[in-house]
């Protein structure tokens, strides 16, 4: 069997980590594309030489042609600019509009049956804009957020459980950035729910709180220690972990930024909510029930991703 074609476009920080994840989970052959001329290339390059020590069989490729996107089973995006200190994912918004309806020509043109995984910020906006440029299916194109934000999540319940990491559940919904929504009452150990949990005497309101609002500044926290860009290992671990749903048709429950149109209210908005991903591409849209808390903070985080599709409108009215 002819193995299957991981493409990656934008090779930096969190493109160079995808390829090597890639690798060392033996997804398929990998195609590392960026406009930085020689980079993609010396990346390819690297990983290739680290196979025979790893033990995986890849063919690794650099390039700055859109054509070597050819064959594609899966594109992961994350072409663009990253935030620095001081500056919100949203301030990245014009910016990287321009990118992804490059890209988005460029898998138009190329690989128009890949599974898509958008990771460029302001995230779930952008899936939006790429998946426009690209005229792709809805399914088949989808924002990677939610799988690192439940991470962090996941991190620091361990961390205050003093339990596995493997043994907590935790899903964020809404949109990347400051409104997301980390779902405590959703959230458990071992299928124990936190707040039984605390009833226990396992945690407190208070701590528990505390490990939210962290959650939401989680990315913040990151570009703050970082200074020069944004978290870029976590981030790829968990796009690798879509594309090995869709790729194995594992049919994951994920959180990402799904088109949602009808479930939870929605009118047709990429946002976060947990998805089944399968060879289909996104297979379902999982609606839970969110009690009247949860609903207004969903509701808000919807609001603040509308308005910043608001934003993209206008750009496009003002550019004529
Ligand atoms: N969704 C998330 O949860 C999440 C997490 C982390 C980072 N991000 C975002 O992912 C993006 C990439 O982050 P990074 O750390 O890899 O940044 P990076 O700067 O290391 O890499 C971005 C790469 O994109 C390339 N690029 C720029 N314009 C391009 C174009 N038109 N076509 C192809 N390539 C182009 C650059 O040359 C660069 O190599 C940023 O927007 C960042 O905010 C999102
Ligand atoms: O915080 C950022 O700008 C990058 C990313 O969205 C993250 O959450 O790590």
């Known amino acids: 069997m002819a193995r299957n074609k991981i493409a990656l476009v934008g090779a930096g920080n969190i493109g160079g980590t995808l390829a090597l994840l890639a690798g060392l989970k033996d997804l398929g052959d990998i195609t590392l594309f960026d406009i930085a001329e020689g980079m993609p290339q010396g990346k390819a390059l690297d990983i290739a030489q680290a196979s025979p020590v790893e033990g995986f069989d890849a063919v690794l490729k650099g390039t700055n042609d859109y054509a070597d996107l050819k064959g594609a089973d899966v594109v992961i995006v994350t072409a663009g600019v990253p935030r620095k200190p001081g500056m919100s994912r949203d301030d990245l918004v014009g910016i990287n509009t321009k990118v992804m309806r490059a890209v988005g020509a460029g898998i138009k043109a190329n690989c128009p049956d890949a599974f898509v995984i958008c990771i460029t910020n302001p995230l779930d906006v952008m899936v939006g804009v790429l998946r426009d440029a690209a005229g792709l299916p809805y399914e088949k194109v989808v924002g990677m957020a939610g799988v690192l934000d439940s991470a962090r999540f996941r991190y620091f319940l361990a961390e205050e459980f003093k339990v596995s990491v493997e043994d907590v559940n935790a899903f964020v919904l809404g949109g990347h950035g400051d409104t997301m929504v980390p779902l405590v009452?959703?959230?458990?150990?071992?299928?124990?729910?936190?707040?039984?949990?605390?009833?226990?005497?396992?945690?407190?309101?208070?701590?528990?709180?505390?490990?939210?609002?962290?959650?939401?500044?989680?990315?913040?926290?990151?570009?703050?220690?970082?200074?020069?860009?944004?978290?870029?290992?976590?981030?790829?671990?968990?796009?690798?972990?879509?594309?090995?749903?869709?790729?194995?048709?594992?049919?994951?429950?994920?959180?990402?930024?799904?088109?949602?149109?009808?479930?939870?209210?929605?009118?047709?908005?990429?946002?976060?909510?947990?998805?089944?991903?399968?060879?289909?591409?996104?297979?379902?849209?999982?609606?839970?029930?969110?009690?009247?808390?949860?609903?207004?903070?969903?509701?808000?985080?919807?609001?603040?991703?509308?308005?910043?599709?608001?934003?993209?409108?206008?750009?496009?009215?003002?550019?004529?």
């Open 185 to 320: 009452r959703y959230s458990a150990v071992a299928g124990i729910p936190v707040p039984d949990l605390i009833k226990m005497g396992w945690s407190t309101q208070e701590k528990i709180d505390q490990i939210v609002q962290r959650t939401r500044d989680g990315g913040a926290e990151i570009v703050g220690l970082l200074k020069t860009g944004s978290a870029f290992y976590a981030p790829a671990s968990s796009a690798i972990q879509m594309a090995e749903s869709y790729l194995k048709d594992k049919k994951r429950v994920l959180p990402c930024a799904a088109y949602v149109k009808g479930a939870y209210g929605l009118d047709g908005l990429y946002v976060g909510v947990p998805v089944v991903i399968g060879a289909k591409g996104v297979e379902r849209i999982v609606e839970i029930e969110l009690n009247a808390d949860e609903q207004k903070m969903f509701e808000n985080s919807v609001g603040a991703v509308k308005a910043l599709v608001e934003i993209v409108k206008n750009m496009d009215a003002t550019a004529g």
